[in-house]
């Protein structure tokens, strides 16, 4: 972490913190202009993800800040032309452009973290991607969590079938399913660590197959003053 104050934190800062304390997060790197794609890609895999970055709170996805399925190069630099070319973004909010490999697909979880005022530090698992809200399939634990409370959370979920495999399908990994809550939650996690500095963590989807889950989408919120 760094000792600097922030006001805000774009994705790749949040998966960036997430990543040091362990949660696995695709391989990625900022650029700032078109001019530096190609240098950018050549240490990626395709096929590649394009997300807007921005420290203001926005949902990149509503306003075509995020093109996925690209295959090279060129397609990255379409996509960043395009979204310099968005009227529903801002151009002053864009702090850069953030270029990932594509996640193998998976069950898609949400987890998220918050500290509050009467708990403390809490933390959420459910039922993630474009059905979160939908769905409404949520476990809650006042933090820190071990790995058995992490299993006993999934297993509450009206998903926990496709989680732990049903009608013949293969479970994902749930053993990298729990280390990644844990991570955020436990007594050493993100949530527990820096609960001074950060008011609220959403990680959006976790993608989890067979081989272990990924923070697709990561949103750190600072505390006023927060630095990180």
Same mark, same amino acid.
């Given at each position: 972490?760094?000792?600097?104050?922030?006001?805000?934190?774009?994705?790749?800062?949040?998966?960036?913190?997430?990543?040091?304390?362990?949660?696995?997060?695709?391989?990625?790197?900022?650029?700032?202009?078109?001019?530096?794609?190609?240098?950018?890609?050549?240490?990626?895999?395709?096929?590649?993800?394009?997300?807007?970055?921005?420290?203001?709170?926005?949902?990149?996805?509503?306003?075509?800040?995020?093109?996925?399925?690209?295959?090279?190069?060129?397609?990255?630099?379409?996509?960043?032309?395009?979204?310099?070319?968005?009227?529903?973004?801002?151009?002053?909010?864009?702090?850069?452009?953030?270029?990932?490999?594509?996640?193998?697909?998976?069950?898609?979880?949400?987890?998220?973290?918050?500290?509050?005022?009467?708990?403390?530090?809490?933390?959420?698992?459910?039922?993630?991607?474009?059905?979160?809200?939908?769905?409404?399939?949520?476990?809650?634990?006042?933090?820190?969590?071990?790995?058995?409370?992490?299993?006993?959370?999934?297993? #509450? &979920?009206? @998903?926990? =079938?496709? $989680?732990? !495999?049903?009608? +013949?399908?293969?479970? %994902? *990994? /749930?053993?990298?399913?729990?280390?990644?809550?844990?991570?955020?939650?436990?007594?050493?996690?993100?949530?527990?660590?820096?609960?001074?500095?950060?008011? #609220? &963590?959403? @990680?959006? =989807?976790? $993608?989890? !197959?067979?081989? +272990?889950?990924?923070? %697709? *989408? /990561?949103?750190?919120?600072?505390?006023?003053?927060?630095?990180?």
């Amino acid at each position: 972490m760094n000792d600097a104050s922030v006001v805000g934190v774009d994705e790749l800062e949040s998966k960036g913190l997430a990543a040091s304390f362990g949660v696995p997060v695709p391989r990625g790197v900022r650029v700032s202009q078109v001019e530096e794609v190609s240098r950018a890609v050549a240490g990626l895999q395709p096929p590649f993800v394009v997300k807007l970055l921005s420290r203001t709170p926005i949902h990149k996805s509503d306003v075509g800040g995020v093109k996925v399925g690209l295959n090279s190069s060129a397609d990255v630099v379409a996509a960043i032309q395009q979204m310099t070319d968005e009227p529903r973004i801002p151009s002053g909010i864009v702090s850069g452009y953030l270029i990932e490999e594509m996640a193998a697909s998976g069950q898609e979880l949400i987890v998220g973290a918050k500290v509050d005022p009467s708990f403390g530090p809490m933390i959420m698992v459910g039922a993630g991607g474009i059905y979160v809200h939908v769905l409404d399939d949520v476990a809650v634990r006042v933090c820190p969590v071990t790995a058995a409370d992490a299993l006993e959370m999934l297993q #509450e &979920l009206r @998903i926990a =079938p496709m $989680i732990f !495999g049903a009608r +013949g399908q293969d479970p %994902v *990994d /749930v053993g990298g399913l729990v280390d990644a809550i844990v991570r955020i939650g436990g007594e050493n996690g993100l949530i527990m660590t820096h609960q001074s500095e950060i008011s #609220e &963590l959403d @990680i959006n =989807p976790l $993608i989890v !197959g067979r081989d +272990g889950a990924c923070a %697709v *989408d /990561v949103r750190v919120v600072p505390t006023d003053g927060g630095a990180l």
